[in-house]
């Protein structure tokens, strides 16, 4: 965004907002709300994505106009949080909603089913994507269709509890090369996710899309510090994941925790994703909620693809 200020495009109402205080962004707060928030000013991982010098001016004011409507969302919603106004926690997926809207949200598959899951911006993945599936059941639908939409992408598909014909079934499609077929499960320490990364020798490499089904012991996992509470001191997960695609549990006989234990581990888990330069574009289930979370850079190629003005200003 700098860069953009320096060659001469400002957006006065957005330097409006920053001299005037939350009201000018749209917030109805007092004071003390404000000065307590973190202050909503667009994260700079998503603002300065934009570069007028190969994206053009108009290009960048709809993307900047699109993050600081993401920003204020997100702001919003955390002062709810922080008020504690929470009345019903029987229905605590009802307080987390998406925050960026994804013009290209799409079903993978189309068809019905447990397995199916909801992603953003295929078309700005990269063709030799890493695709990481943890959990499956026996169930590979969406390991199909990632591989026809992504026909060189590279699937590893983990799970340690499969009976004896569901892993018949992987080791068959693993011969068709469809996908490589793990049978370890994501957790903390030796299962965390960067220790198994290092295993099949990723360490340096960015995953792609990271499917997470792992009934109720996605808390413990997305806690160890190979993954958020790395990022939390670096910043650097959005940097190394694109798509983030979880199923969250609750109910004391999944999670063994009581409800406002849910709701904290719940909360927690959006602020680290938040933290770590993540947006949510995608809500959608019922025993368990599907949560869809995207990168900053994954976001902005994805709006360069389908927005008339970017396509013109780069073409």
């Not at 109402?13 to 109805?28: H, I, K």
């Not at 404000?34 to 190969?54: A, E, F, G, Q």
């Not at 053009?56 to 409507?69: E, H, T």
């Amino acid at each position: 965004f700098a860069a953009s200020l320096r060659s001469g495009f400002t957006h006065a109402w957005l330097r409006r907002g920053a001299n005037m205080g939350p009201r000018a962004w749209g917030f109805e707060m007092d004071r003390q709300d404000y000065d307590s928030l973190y202050t909503p000013i667009p994260d700079p991982r998503w603002l300065n994505r934009c570069n007028i010098t190969y994206q053009g001016a108009a290009c960048c004011n709809v993307w900047v106009k699109r993050v600081v409507s993401h920003t204020r969302h997100e702001a919003l919603t955390e002062i709810h949080h922080r008020r504690g106004t929470i009345k019903n926690l029987d229905k605590i997926h009802d307080l987390f909603e998406p925050s960026w809207n994804c013009e290209t949200r799409e079903r993978l598959p189309l068809k019905p089913g447990e397995g199916a899951k909801y992603v953003c911006g295929l078309s700005a993945l990269r063709n030799r994507s890493l695709i990481y599936s943890f959990g499956s059941a026996g169930d590979v639908l969406f390991e199909v269709a990632m591989k026809k939409r992504l026909p060189a992408g590279e699937i590893f598909t983990f799970d340690p509890f499969l009976k004896l014909d569901a892993r018949q079934k992987m080791q068959r499609l693993e011969q068709e090369g469809l996908l490589t077929f793990i049978p370890r499960a994501l957790g903390v320490g030796p299962a965390s996710l960067g220790s198994l990364a290092r295993s099949l020798r990723h360490s340096q490499r960015k995953i792609d899309v990271l499917k997470v089904d792992i009934e109720g012991s996605e808390y413990s996992a997305f806690n160890d510090t190979s993954l958020f509470g790395n990022c939390l001191k670096t910043g650097k997960l959005g940097t190394r994941m694109e798509l983030l695609l979880v199923e969250i549990h609750t109910g004391m006989a999944v999670t063994n925790l009581p409800k406002m234990g849910e709701y904290m581990a719940l909360l927690a888990f959006f602020r680290q994703a938040r933290a770590c330069g993540l947006a949510l574009f995608s809500k959608d289930g019922a025993a368990g909620m599907e949560y869809g979370f995207i990168s900053s850079q994954l976001a902005f190629r994805e709006h360069v693809l389908t927005h008339p003005c970017c396509i013109i200003s780069t073409g």
